[in-house]
């Protein structure tokens, strides 16, 4: 019986497809939002009035991808730009009544996944993973 593969980067990026793929196709299906608007729309709840460039730290994205993600969003009539009110070239953002639709449609598919992570880690494990997942985007420095 030969060892489990340890190319830990990866499997990490292998199984980050994966999962984004089958998530996508669940909370396109349920809410029509793909986890990267579910995760903007999340931060934006969280955030009301935040501006592009707050978003774009917080989903640890570029300017410019972000600029493209709230544009989907807008012309989807999830969120709502607005011009900031003291800084002439930035726009706050804020989530539409359909964006917390979206959100509360997304919900259950995001819920059954954590569920099937947590049968397929254990408890100890998921949350173990969660804490460490936590540190390596947050505090660990390459």
Not at 12 to 32: E, P
Not at 91 to 108: H, Q
Request: aromatic share 4%.
């Amino acid at each position: 019986m030969s060892e489990p593969d340890q190319r830990l980067y990866f499997l990490l990026q292998r199984a980050a497809h994966r999962l984004r793929t089958a998530v996508d196709r669940r909370c396109l299906a349920v809410a029509g939002v793909t986890t990267a608007q579910v995760g903007a729309l999340f931060a934006v709840q969280d955030r009301p009035g935040a501006t592009q460039q707050e978003l774009a730290g917080e989903l640890g994205l570029r300017e410019s991808a972000v600029t493209a993600l709230v544009g989907r969003l807008t012309m989807a009539g999830l969120l709502s730009k607005q011009a900031h009110p003291s800084q002439h070239r930035a726009v706050v953002l804020e989530l539409t009544d359909a964006g917390a639709d979206a959100l509360r449609a997304a919900r259950p598919e995001i819920d059954r996944f954590n569920a099937q992570l947590r049968e397929l880690l254990g408890e100890d494990g998921f949350v173990r993973t969660a804490e460490a997942l936590h540190r390596l985007a947050y505090d660990w420095e390459a």
